[in-house]
């Protein structure tokens, strides 16, 4: 089975940041996801079409797919050890 890194290169360059990226515990941070929650990458899509590819890549690795709206409000009320965690907060583009 394919691993989401070997996927990337169809994708948008630095949409996907994976552990020990550069900026991965920032990623993390953000979100409140320095404890025991690790997704496996997140995705920081810029544009719809960057979705789409995401949700893509995410079907052919197997993955689990959470998404993460901009309101940094709220918490993840899931696990998200081994997910893709789609990050929308730098989405552009939507009416």
Excluded: N
Excluded at 20 to 25: A, L, R, S, V
Excluded at 40 to 68: K, M, N, S
């Amino acid at each position: 089975m394919p691993k989401l890194a070997d996927l990337t290169p169809t994708a948008s360059t630095a949409m996907f940041v994976f552990p020990g990226d550069p900026g991965w515990d920032d990623v993390r941070r953000a979100w409140g996801l320095l404890g025991g929650q690790r997704p496996a990458a997140v995705a920081r899509p810029e544009t719809v079409a960057d979705v789409v590819a995401a949700l893509d890549h995410a079907q052919v690795v197997g993955f689990d797919v959470v998404v993460r709206t901009a309101d940094h409000r709220g918490t993840l009320h899931r696990p998200l050890h081994g997910t893709l965690l789609i990050d929308l907060g730098r989405l552009s583009g939507l009416a």
